[in-house]
Each structure stands twice: as structure tokens, then as C-alpha cells.
């Protein structure tokens, strides 16, 4: 099976969970929905009736319409029945045959290699690039570059480099106003005042 243009996860109508819509390419085009239990499909294999009746009419117009209709970003609705599922589009409306347990099986894991075989290829282009790239996102890394370069131990200031040491806090000197001295001694509570 050979996957052509995006997948798409739709909502099916009457709260029927989700289903994914697909389009496989050459040798044979046809339009995919899937709800991972049950198969449904038009085009070479499900309407070759109704193709070989209109000489090949119907079902590549179809898949175009719908082609066209996902590349400008659109999502269609979709109404998943036993017989049928049918997909609907501004201007299209598609009525999907349901494949028999047996074709839908097969179909079902035909599907799951060729996203698995998608998936894999991608890795190993991200893994690629990664390699050929030492620079990932530049975000990433520009912090972790900053961490990696920077000292985060405490400064010390170079010999001779003309820098005044740092002063030393002497005792009952504020921490928040240094410079300033305590008025008075701190003193605890004295439980034996007559």
C-alpha cells in the first residue's frame, strides 16, 4: 500500500469515535477511511462496477475533487455506517462501500506497515539531518551553549586585574541595607520580669 498526501484523523458524526481518512496512490488511487476495526474505500477496488459502467469516470474525479479539497486545508465530515461511510466536503459528496472482514484485515494491515515503513523513513531523515547539522534548533542550542560555556562557580577575581575584592559582611551589618549597622542588640523575651 502506498500512502500519497497527508493523513487525516476526523471525528466521526453521531459520536462514533474517530476515523482516519487516507489516500493511496499508484497502482490503484482510492479514497481510505478507517476507524481501526472496520475498512471503507472508493475507487479501483470498490466501485470497479460502477467504473467499468462509466468507462473510468466516476471514481479518479472523485479522488481529485477530494485531492484538491484537502490540499486547500479543509476538512471533510464523516458519517461512518454499517454499509456505508459517507464523506462530505463542500461540493463532494462521497459514499464509501464497506470492505468484508476479510479484505478489511488485510487492508487494515497494509495500512499499519506503510506507517510504519513512513515512520521509520522519517527517523532516519531526522537522523540524518541531525548528523549532517552539529547546530540543532536554535533555540536549544543556544542555551545549552551559554551553560555549557559559562562558569556558574562563584567569580574570583584575577590577579592583578585591577578589581576590588569583594567585602567581607561584617557582624550585625543589615543584609538588606549593607552598609548600615543594627540600633540596637537583639534581645530575647524575658520571662522573669518582676
Known sequence: MALQGRLQVLDA??????????LEGKPRSRILVTDAHDFWSLGAVASEAKEDSLKGGSGSSDISRLREALALGRSPSVTLG?????????????DLEKAPPA?????????????????QALEQRLQEVLAASPVSSP????????????????AKPAAGSGQPLARKRLPGESLINPGFKRKKDPTGVDFEDP
Open 13 to 22: 458524526e453521531e459520536g462514533r469515535g474517530r476515523c482516519l481518512l487516507f
Open 82 to 94: 454499517d454499509p456505508t461511510a459517507t464523506l462530505r466536503l463542500p461540493g463532494v459528496t462521497l
Open 103 to 119: 479484505e478489511a484485515r488485510k487492508e487494515l494491515q497494509g495500512l499499519m506497515f506503510a506507517l510504519a515503513e513512513k515512520v
Open 139 to 154: 533555540g536549544k542550542s543556544s542555551s545549552r551553549s551559554i551553560f555549557a560555556a559559562a562558569d556558574l562557580s562563584p
